[in-house]
């Protein structure tokens, strides 16, 4: 079947070149021509995964029109930034029950609201939405390097079309009905592979680096749990199987971020330098008001947006975290 899929960085080439060799014929939305042309005519992304052939069912076009037209699902992969202006745009050219995959990660800022929630105001019917979320580093994807992910959707019928849909031999598909806790964990996991990155660069050590990791995951829990989800979600494939892939890995644009922070990298000059948004440090202002509104700790969240935009030195507010009060370890 024909697939549309709504953006053409890293994340998008890898999941339109998986279509393409589950069978399908992916259609790829690029807002810039030269990667249109580059997708066509080569078979390859001249902006992202420059060295990586993509599938040679996966074609590629800047209008909406062409790429939506007749296509059976619809696959977004953009920041989490444009969600809301994406699903506007995308709204004329899709029919009410066409299945939409959302596999961006964050929370809007304006709103506190998560991506399944803001397709559900621009779009309608909200069973037809599922969240791809995982421990998918493009550049392993697409290599065909064995992966598994989970979709999440409130309609176990959604959740099971996009499994069939995205399966491969290396791709391998698990379902879940906690959109909301997946979608929670998609976003903070990122917020922690700053703080996890930032260890690196400051020479603290793998200790120090699984200390963030695990408390991370349970200030993830502690929002999961207080926005509606399921904290077991947490333990899954959206949860500490993505935490420990962006925490760990060379690939992570979110560890990567917060290890050259640490050497005095500013967000912007690694905006400018890698073309990719960093959405973690988006995420650790949209979490903490999301926790601030349920009454929930994040002090892990709360020091990386310390940092990140409000000029705190990031050694001292490492030290104020080993300044607070002695706790349980499950509270």
Same mark, same amino acid.
């Given at each position: 079947?024909?697939?549309?899929?709504?953006?053409?960085?890293?994340?998008?080439?890898?999941?339109?070149h998986?279509?393409?060799?589950?069978?399908h014929?992916?259609?790829?939305w690029?807002?810039?021509?030269?990667?249109?042309?580059?997708?066509?005519?080569?078979?390859?992304?001249?902006?992202y995964?420059?060295?990586?052939?993509?599938?040679?069912r996966?074609r590629?076009?800047?209008c909406?029109?062409e790429?939506?037209?007749?296509?059976a699902?619809?696959?977004?992969?953009?920041?989490?930034?444009?969600?809301?202006?994406?699903?506007?745009?995308?709204?004329?050219?899709?029919a009410?029950d066409t299945?939409?995959?959302?596999?961006?990660?964050?929370?809007?800022?304006r709103?506190?609201?998560?991506?399944?929630?803001?397709?559900?105001?621009?779009?309608?019917?909200?069973?037809?939405?599922a969240?791809?979320t995982?421990?998918?580093?493009?550049?392993?994807?697409?290599?065909?390097?064995?992966?598994g992910?989970v979709?999440?959707?409130?309609?176990?019928?959604t959740?099971?079309?996009?499994?069939?849909?995205?399966?491969?031999e290396?791709?391998?598909?698990?379902v879940?009905?906690?959109?909301?806790?997946?979608e929670?964990?998609?976003?903070?996991?990122?917020?922690i592979?700053?703080?996890?990155?930032a260890a690196?660069g400051?020479?603290l050590?793998?200790?120090?680096a699984?200390?963030?990791?695990?408390?991370?995951?349970?200030?993830?829990?502690?929002?999961?749990?207080a926005?509606?989800?399921?904290p077991m979600?947490?333990m899954g494939?959206?949860?500490?199987?993505?935490?420990?892939?962006?925490?760990?890995?060379?690939h992570?644009?979110?560890?990567?971020?917060g290890?050259?922070?640490?050497?005095?990298?500013?967000? %912007?000059?690694y905006?400018? &330098?890698?073309?990719?948004? +960093?959405?973690?440090?988006? $995420?650790?202002q949209?979490?903490? #008001?999301? *926790?601030?509104?349920?009454?929930? %700790?994040l002090?892990?969240? &709360?020091?990386?947006r310390? +940092?990140?935009?409000?000029? $705190?030195?990031p050694r001292?507010? #490492?030290s *104020?975290?080993?300044?607070r009060?002695l706790?349980?370890?499950f509270y």
């Amino acid at each position: 079947m024909k697939v549309a899929v709504i953006g053409a960085g890293s994340w998008g080439t890898a999941l339109a070149h998986v279509l393409g060799t589950a069978g399908h014929d992916a259609m790829l939305w690029a807002r810039k021509q030269e990667v249109c042309d580059g997708i066509n005519e080569a078979h390859r992304n001249p902006r992202y995964l420059v060295n990586e052939t993509v599938h040679g069912r996966v074609r590629a076009a800047a209008c909406y029109d062409e790429v939506l037209v007749d296509a059976a699902a619809v696959v977004v992969v953009t920041p989490s930034s444009v969600l809301r202006q994406v699903a506007c745009d995308i709204a004329p050219y899709i029919a009410a029950d066409t299945p939409i995959a959302i596999c961006s990660k964050g929370v809007e800022a304006r709103t506190g609201k998560l991506p399944v929630e803001i397709f559900e105001d621009e779009l309608g019917n909200r069973a037809r939405i599922a969240a791809l979320t995982g421990p998918n580093h493009a550049e392993e994807v697409i290599r065909g390097i064995a992966s598994g992910t989970v979709i999440a959707a409130e309609n176990p019928d959604t959740a099971r079309f996009f499994q069939e849909l995205f399966a491969t031999e290396a791709f391998r598909t698990y379902v879940s009905d906690d959109i909301v806790g997946a979608e929670v964990c998609a976003a903070f996991k990122n917020v922690i592979a700053i703080a996890v990155g930032a260890a690196y660069g400051f020479d603290l050590g793998d200790n120090t680096a699984a200390l963030i990791m695990t408390r991370g995951l349970a200030e993830m829990s502690r929002l999961v749990e207080a926005c509606g989800g399921t904290p077991m979600t947490c333990m899954g494939l959206a949860g500490v199987g993505d935490l420990i892939a962006t925490c760990t890995s060379e690939h992570s644009r979110n560890r990567t971020f917060g290890y050259r922070m640490a050497q005095g990298t500013t967000l %912007e000059q690694y905006k400018e &330098e890698t073309h990719m948004v +960093v959405e973690g440090a988006i $995420a650790c202002q949209t979490l903490g #008001a999301l *926790a601030e509104v349920r009454g929930v %700790e994040l002090p892990i969240t &709360e020091m990386v947006r310390a +940092v990140l935009w409000e000029g $705190a030195d990031p050694r001292a507010a #490492a030290s *104020a975290l080993f300044d607070r009060s002695l706790k349980p370890e499950f509270y």
